[in-house]
Nanobody, 124 residues
Framework: QVQLAESGGGLVQAGDSLRLTCAAS????????MGWFRQATGKEREFVAA????????NYADSLKGRFAVSRDNAKNTMYLQMNSLKPEDTAVYYC?????????????????WGQGTQVTVSS
């Protein structure tokens, strides 16, 4: 079973950048599509980005295109989320998860093995 652990969150100011990391255990990381989601206090968890097995294909929530970038390093069993020009509304707990389907899904129900999340707080 894959175990995922997010890191890299923190408190930043509006306009700053952060890079989140999702470290996966096991030898099967490269076999799966992966995704990032986030959940703000009092709101439902929402899709952020998805990436294919090789990293050659990606998909983003429309509101985040151009500011966020997902990537992966299969040799290191790691996925990244580069977040630029951060806004206070990006404040949330960010989660990574493994997809159960072989396409770039934005549907939470199609993801499993969620990490514990990492808090990102953007001050104005």
């Amino acid at each position: 079973q894959v175990q995922l652990a997010e890191s890299g969150g923190g408190l930043v100011q509006a306009g700053d950048s952060l890079r989140l990391t999702c470290a996966a255990s096991g030898r099967t990381f490269s076999l799966y599509y992966m995704g990032w989601f986030r959940q703000a206090t009092g709101k439902e968890r929402e899709f952020v980005a998805a990436i294919s097995r090789s990293g050659s294909s990606t998909n983003y929530a429309d509101s985040l295109k151009g500011r966020f970038a997902v990537s992966r390093d299969n040799a290191k069993n790691t996925m990244y989320l580069q977040m630029n020009s951060l806004k206070p509304e990006d404040t949330a707990v960010y989660y990574c998860a493994r997809s159960t389907v072989s396409y770039l899904s934005n549907t939470e129900e199609q993801y499993v093995h969620w990490g514990q999340g990492t808090q990102v707080t953007v001050s104005s």
